[in-house]
Structure formats: structure tokens, C-alpha cells
């Protein structure tokens, strides 16, 4: 691949998170919320374009979105959100199909992940055009995760009954592509209790 390859990411942002109070996305990480976290540090990246896509509480995050002016962000809405995750990456890869070389799929709830984790998947995608790759800490995979053009017909198969992407990587995984990344790529947020965890070890 050559440098200019075009690569999406598509950052999860539709979900209700039941296990915390409110929305989580809107929640505070050193006086920025979640979901505005995680898209200032894409941009930082050498990621061609962000689509961030919605669902529950859609209106609450896309204002806040649209205070970050960058034309690399789109925002999509996932109308079927309810019925899984699967729903919301199918929503995004749609949206880049026809001109993206891959796509990385990244849940809003990772929020802590560099810049670092995203461009070096970047580079392994440039050098080898693997299938998928994987962001991955001691062994332990984690996001985002980088899936070829190649894959796109598949991926716009999934369903939440067949676990979704996990059924992809199930089935490629002779093939995926493991990249040594930092610790965060492994972290997510599911409740409060987990955010101030990381708020309080100096993230």
C-alpha cells in the first residue's frame, strides 16, 4: 500500500450504556466529555476521515461535535440502534464504501487510546494490506480494530444473532495482524466506578 491510503474510522457512539447513570459519552474527562476525547485525538492522527455514528441521545452529542470544526468529521445517525452494535458499524462502513481502502472500528467507550494506536495501525495497514488489524497490549486485543476494503461485503453481513464482528475475526484469525499498541487500547468504561479508576491514575 502507499501512503495515501484511505482509511475511515468509525468511532461506536450509539449505544445507551445501561450500566452507567446518564449518558457516558457525556461524561467528564478533565473538563472534556468522553465522546469529544476520543474524536480530538483521531484528528491528531493520519486518519482520512472520523464518521461518528449515533443513536441513543443523538442530538446531546451531536452538539457538542459540531463545536469541534474539522471537515474530516461527519456525523451519522443509526436509526436501528436498538437492535445492537452490528446495526451501528454497518451504518458507518455504508457511508465509506465505495472509497475507502479500510475502515478501523473503534467503541466511543475506549476513550483513553493515542494518537500513537491509531497511526501505527495506519502503518502496518500501508506496509502489509492485511485483512484485519489488530490493536493489541501483551497479547490482549483491543481497539480499534482495522478491517480491509476487502472485507466490506462481509461486514455488511453481520448480525447481532452471529456476534456481529466477532464472527469476522473468528474466521480470519490465522490472518490478523497483531500490533504491540499501549495499555488503553485495552480499557474501556463501563461505569463510573471504571472512570474515576483512570481519572485517579492520571490519565
Known amino acids: ?25 457525556l461524561a467528564k474527562i478533565n473538563g472534556e466529555s468522553m465522546i469529544e476525547k476520543i474524536v480530538k485525538t483521531a484528528l491528531g492522527s493520519k486518519i482520512n476521515r472520523i ?28 436509526p436501528k440502534y436498538e437492535e445492537g452494535q452490528s446495526s ?4 458507518g462502513v455504508k457511508q465509506v464504501i465505495e472509497e475507502a481502502d479500510a475502515v478501523m472500528i473503534h467503541p466511543a467507550d475506549v476513550p483513553f487510546i493515542t ?14 494490506n492485511a485483512a484485519i488489524i489488530v490493536a493489541s497490549h ?10 480491509s476494503s476487502k472485507l466490506f461485503g462481509e461486514i455488511m453481513e453481520i448480525t447481532e444473532e452471529k456476534h456481529g ?3 469476522l475475526v473468528e ?17 474501556d468504561i463501563d461505569t463510573p466506578e471504571d472512570l474515576d479508576k483512570r481519572i485517579l491514575t492520571n490519565l
Open 1 to 25: 500500500m502507499n501512503r495515501k491510503s484511505k482509511i475511515a474510522l468509525i468511532i461506536l457512539a450509539a449505544g445507551k450504556s445501561t450500566r452507567f447513570p446518564g449518558n457516558k459519552l
Open 51 to 78: 464518521l461518528i455514528v449515533t443513536g441513543y441521545e443523538a442530538e446531546k452529542i451531536k452538539q457538542l461535535i459540531e463545536e469541534i470544526k474539522d471537515e474530516r468529521i461527519q456525523i451519522v445517525y443509526n
Open 88 to 91: 451501528s458499524v454497518k451504518t
Open 115 to 128: 494518537t500513537e494506536d491509531i497511526d501505527g495501525l495506519i502503518e502496518v495497514f500501508e506496509i502489509t
Open 138 to 147: 501483551r497479547r490482549r486485543h483491543g481497539h480499534p480494530i482495522l478491517f
Open 165 to 167: 464482528l466477532k464472527e
Open 171 to 187: 474466521k480470519y484469525r490465522e490472518e490478523i495482524v497483531e500490533v504491540e499498541s499501549s495499555e488503553y487500547t485495552t480499557i
